[in-house]
């Protein structure tokens, strides 16, 4: 039988009244970071062709990366791979039948923020 309501009923989850939980968000950063990373390594083999090239093309390459924006872009770059590398990790655990809980995997989730920040500060500043 036809449903003739179907039109007039929201979505489900509805944005309005879905709230975002920490392992939700974690994971579609995860894949956020994935695909970033990928853009990050693109542009790292634009530089390599570049150098080997000559110098005309290196010259602007290098300009590039080395610019205001590029430093910029290989700072998120950095904090992309933490990031997914973490979220890795987890999953790791999380497969061998571990922090399954709600309460351990929000900890894991929010874990990743706080370890993903500094582990970014410390590359950026120390290495």
Do not use: C
Not at 41 to 48: E, G, K, S
Not at 86 to 114: F, N, T
């Amino acid at each position: 039988m036809a449903d003739v309501n179907r039109g007039n009923r929201p979505l489900s989850p509805h944005l309005e009244i879905y709230r975002p939980q920490w392992t939700s968000i974690s994971s579609i950063l995860v894949r956020i970071t994935g695909n970033a990373i990928i853009l990050a390594a693109l542009l790292i083999v634009w530089w390599f062709v570049a150098a080997a090239t000559g110098p005309a093309a290196f010259a602007i390459a290098n300009g590039f990366i080395t610019s205001w924006f590029g430093d910029l872009i290989m700072f998120f770059s950095v904090l992309g791979l933490w990031y997914h590398m973490l979220g890795g990790l987890r999953h790791l655990v999380w497969d061998s039948g571990r922090m399954l809980d709600v309460d351990k995997s929000e900890l894991a989730a929010q874990m990743m923020m706080v370890l993903t920040v500094l582990l970014t500060i410390f590359t950026v500043v120390v290495l």
